[in-house]
């Protein structure tokens, strides 16, 4: 990924379960998935740096656990958070809150489409989340046959 602000720097934290072997994916279509949740974070947090100053750090989260019979992984970024009255729109196609130019609305929608109709899993907001915005992707572990 390249930075479009070369001053904006984020600590990333990560948490991965190691227990994880595979998921039934098409990894290309998951790295479209992971880049437009993380292009939409660094995007809220770079904004959120712009209004507070040196008051703010940005910090990115990334887990990942085995639940049953799928995978869940849980991004989490402190950036702007998203207004209660956008919270059902956010994964319509064309539905954006950024500045004309800055975003198509497409990539909440495309990652929706990918996650839930193309690999049958979910990608939820958690509602628990009040001050960070968190995703959480279910993901079916694949079947040792």
Do not use: W
Request: with cysteine.
């Amino acid at each position: 990924m390249k930075a479009r602000d070369n001053s904006f720097d984020c600590e990333i934290k990560r948490d991965l379960d190691p227990s994880i072997e595979s998921i039934n994916a098409i990894p290309q279509d998951l790295g479209r998935v992971f880049l437009n949740l993380y292009n939409n974070a660094f995007y809220s947090m770079n904004e959120k740096k712009k209004r507070l100053g040196d008051d703010f750090h940005p910090q990115l989260s990334l887990s990942s656990k085995k639940a049953d019979h799928t995978v869940e992984i849980l991004i989490r970024d402190n950036g702007m958070g998203i207004l209660q009255k956008n919270i059902d729109k956010i994964f319509q196609p064309f539905f954006t809150t950024k500045p004309a130019g800055q975003g198509t609305g497409l990539g909440l929608s495309l990652a929706y489409d990918i996650v839930v109709n193309e690999h049958g899993g979910s990608i939820t907001l958690n509602p628990k989340e009040v001050e960070n915005v968190e995703f959480i992707i279910s993901l079916p572990i694949k079947e040792n046959n």
